[in-house]
């Protein structure tokens, strides 16, 4: 479970999904240096294990392992308990950033398959909105004092220009009137597009189409979830183009730079921007 002791008395708590390698790790690292308890997660425990003694060779000693499959109930509902017990309360969660299977997906992105859009959807939609949900009322603790901040890791390809259906895009950026329940509808939609090979007539990305679709939509619940809690910080971080294996170490930033946008808006202010999409550190239109 935890390859080190976690302090249940932390001032500040941070769970972070797919920590345990390129940007989600450097991203444990400045959470950690920053004096915030980390709790890393990773599908695989020995990578995740291993992470973790990594960062304590480098003076790091406040970040602690969970097994996390973000695709799987009982895993989330795991950690859950796991943080209630140990903590009562989390400050700052930081998703989106389980590197293996979004490189994978980007992998075969060229040749998608119904199976792999369908994939790509559970895993960077449903899969950070379920972990989302499941950790809500422990953020909901910590907003009473200043905590509550949660983090999705976006992208640019999760911009609302890609999408050529101005009926879709009206929708997804109409946050007063859209629901949850819709963007289930419209992510089915996709999908039954997908499956009849009817992308391009209906308006939709031809090229990693699930992934700017889910990310497209990940960036509504964002904005959704933010007006639904006024008292947290909900927002979404484009890191850069960093070198990781999800771009084929093809990245202009390095891992601790695509890091370090995100850290700094996990780290805004008691009162900062909430429902904002951040480029570089900066905040930028969702089109």
């Given at each position: 479970?935890?390859?080190?002791?976690?302090?249940?008395?932390?001032?500040?708590?941070?769970?972070?999904?797919?920590?345990?390698?390129?940007?989600?790790?450097?991203?444990?690292?400045?959470?950690?240096?920053?004096?915030?308890?980390?709790?890393?997660?990773?599908?695989?425990?020995?990578?995740?294990?291993?992470?973790?003694?990594?960062?304590?060779?480098?003076?790091?000693?406040?970040?602690?392992?969970?097994?996390?499959?973000?695709?799987?109930?009982?895993?989330?509902?795991?950690?859950?308990?796991?943080?209630?017990?140990w903590?009562?309360?989390?400050?700052?969660?930081?998703?989106?950033?389980?590197?293996?299977?979004?490189?994978?997906?980007?992998?075969?992105?060229?040749?998608?398959?119904?199976?792999?859009?369908?994939?790509?959807?559970?895993?960077?939609?449903?899969?950070?909105?379920?972990?989302?949900?499941?950790?809500?009322?422990?953020?909901l603790?910590?907003?009473?004092?200043?905590?509550?901040?949660?983090?999705?890791?976006?992208?640019?390809?999760?911009?609302?220009?890609?999408?050529?259906?101005?009926?879709?895009k009206?929708?997804?950026?109409?946050?007063e009137?859209l629901?949850?329940?819709?963007?289930?509808?419209?992510?089915?939609?996709?999908?039954?597009?997908?499956?009849?090979?009817?992308?391009?007539?209906?308006?939709?990305p031809?090229?990693?189409a699930?992934?700017?679709v889910a990310?497209?939509?990940?960036?509504?619940?964002?904005?959704?979830?933010?007006?639904?809690?006024?008292?947290?910080?909900?927002?979404?971080?484009?890191?850069?183009?960093?070198?990781?294996?999800?771009?084929?170490?093809?990245?202009?930033?390095?891992?601790?730079?695509?890091?370090?946008?995100?850290?700094?808006?996990?780290?805004?202010?008691?009162?900062?921007?909430?429902?904002?999409?951040?480029?570089?550190?900066k905040?930028?239109?969702?089109?």
């Amino acid at each position: 479970m935890a390859a080190a002791t976690p302090s249940p008395h932390s001032a500040r708590v941070a769970v972070v999904t797919g920590g345990n390698k390129g940007i989600g790790l450097e991203v444990c690292r400045q959470l950690a240096s920053n004096g915030i308890t980390v709790v890393l997660t990773a599908r695989d425990e020995k990578r995740g294990a291993a992470a973790v003694e990594e960062l304590a060779d480098a003076g790091l000693s406040g970040v602690v392992f969970h097994q996390l499959e973000v695709t799987d109930a009982q895993s989330i509902a795991r950690l859950a308990g796991f943080l209630k017990a140990w903590f009562g309360k989390l400050d700052i969660l930081i998703k989106g950033m389980d590197a293996f299977q979004m490189a994978e997906l980007m992998r075969k992105s060229c040749r998608e398959t119904n199976d792999t859009a369908k994939a790509g959807v559970q895993t960077n939609y449903y899969g950070v909105k379920n972990v989302t949900e499941a950790l809500l009322p422990l953020l909901l603790q910590a907003s009473s004092s200043g905590g509550g901040r949660v983090v999705n890791v976006s992208s640019d390809f999760g911009l609302l220009r890609y999408l050529r259906n101005e009926e879709v895009k009206h929708e997804l950026d109409d946050i007063e009137g859209l629901t949850e329940e819709r963007l289930d509808e419209l992510l089915s939609t996709f999908l039954r597009d997908f499956e009849a090979g009817a992308l391009k007539s209906r308006g939709w990305p031809t090229e990693f189409a699930a992934y700017k679709v889910a990310k497209a939509a990940l960036n509504s619940y964002s904005r959704v979830l933010a007006r639904r809690h006024p008292e947290l910080r909900v927002n979404c971080a484009h890191p850069g183009y960093v070198k990781t294996d999800m771009t084929r170490q093809t990245g202009l930033l390095t891992p601790a730079q695509g890091a370090a946008n995100v850290v700094k808006v996990a780290l805004l202010p008691e009162g900062g921007p909430t429902g904002a999409f951040f480029a570089l550190g900066k905040e930028a239109p969702f089109v």
